[in-house]
């Protein structure tokens, strides 16, 4: 009861700051609220960005509503392939194996009870730092780039715990490659992929894309969470982490080959570029 009654005060800490957080242009111009969302972009990007956003989210909003057929459309259909990819792609990696079973998984090579919660509380301590580094880079490095660097790390943590687990060697080593992968995961998978798949969809069909993109993602976090064990118990340890890093792999390569960068592009510029590719 004291460990639930303990989150209490993320949750109020969290709803306390939505207050803090202002309307979305694009919705306040839907209801007619137009000064208030010129404000807000003046705020975020000075005067002529402001402008310049405005009469993107006028023309944008002056199309029609879009049709859950559009997703399959061409130009469109680009757009979510990449985005149902991404979901995937950022749960197949397995970082909800670590995150759900991580006592289990430090037990298994020989940790003791105390031992294994520690480490556990150490990976939680590095997902939480490292997704700070992800608001610190994103805008800076770019989103393809983050997501590149961060399936390469993941590649190479993903391996060498496989290999720790083949030899059978635990310890110090072990976590510090956990954390590696779990760092690799916080600082770009984690955070930018939930940012790349709000950006890509075009404004008319983005609710039913981004819904559509978040149920995979979410039945990918069951499908993970609930093979977990079956793997360890059927392939062994070893196997089961060279596996997520082979989906690390092939998430490297699709996010070089077909992503696009979205740094620095409007909503609206987003949109012509997947019309550009029909």
């Known amino acids: 009861m004291k460990r639930l009654g303990s989150l209490m005060l993320p949750a109020s800490l969290f709803g306390f700051l939505l207050v803090l957080i202002p309307e979305s242009p694009r919705w ?16 975020v990007g000075g005067r002529s ?18 049709k859950f057929s559009e997703l399959f459309t061409s130009g469109y259909r680009r757009a ?4 149902v990819a991404m979901a995937v792609i950022c749960q197949f ?8 079973y991580a006592p289990v998984i430090f037990k298994s090579i020989g940790a003791g009870r105390d031992a294994a919660f520690s480490q556990t509380v150490s990976i939680g301590v590095v997902n939480l730092l490292f997704t700070f580094v992800a608001v610190w880079l994103v805008d800076k490095a770019g989103r393809k780039a983050l997501l590149v660097a961060g ?3 993941q590649v190479i943590a993903l391996t060498a715990v496989g290999i720790m687990f083949e030899k059978g060697i635990g310890g110090i080593w072990l976590l510090v490659f956990i954390m590696m992968f779990t760092a690799a995961f916080a600082s770009a998978m984690g955070p930018v992929v939930w940012i790349v798949i709000s950006e ?9 894309a981004m819904s559509l993109a978040v149920l ?3 039945t990918s976090t069951y499908t993970v969470s609930q093979t977990f064990p079956m793997l360890m118990e ?9 596996i997520y890093a082979l989906c690390s792999l092939v998430g490297l390569i699709f996010i070089a080959a077909v992503v696009p960068e979205t740094k620095g592009k409007t909503l609206e510029e987003i949109e012509q570029y997947w019309l550009r590719k029909k």
Request: charged share 25%.
């Open 28 to 43: 306040l111009m839907k209801v007619g609220r137009r000064a208030e969302a010129e404000t807000i972009l003046v705020r």
């Open 49 to 66: 960005a402001a402008d310049k956003e405005l009469r993107q989210i006028e023309d944008s909003l002056n199309q029609e509503e879009g």
């Open 80 to 83: 979510l392939v990449i985005g």
């Open 93 to 100: 990696c397995g970082i909800n194996a670590i995150m759900y």
């Open 151 to 153: 399936s390469a790390v």
């Open 200 to 208: 890509i969809f075009p404004t008319k069909i983005r609710g039913r």
């Open 216 to 218: 995979i993602l979410w």
């Open 234 to 242: 059927a392939i062994g340890n070893a196997k089961t982490f060279w």
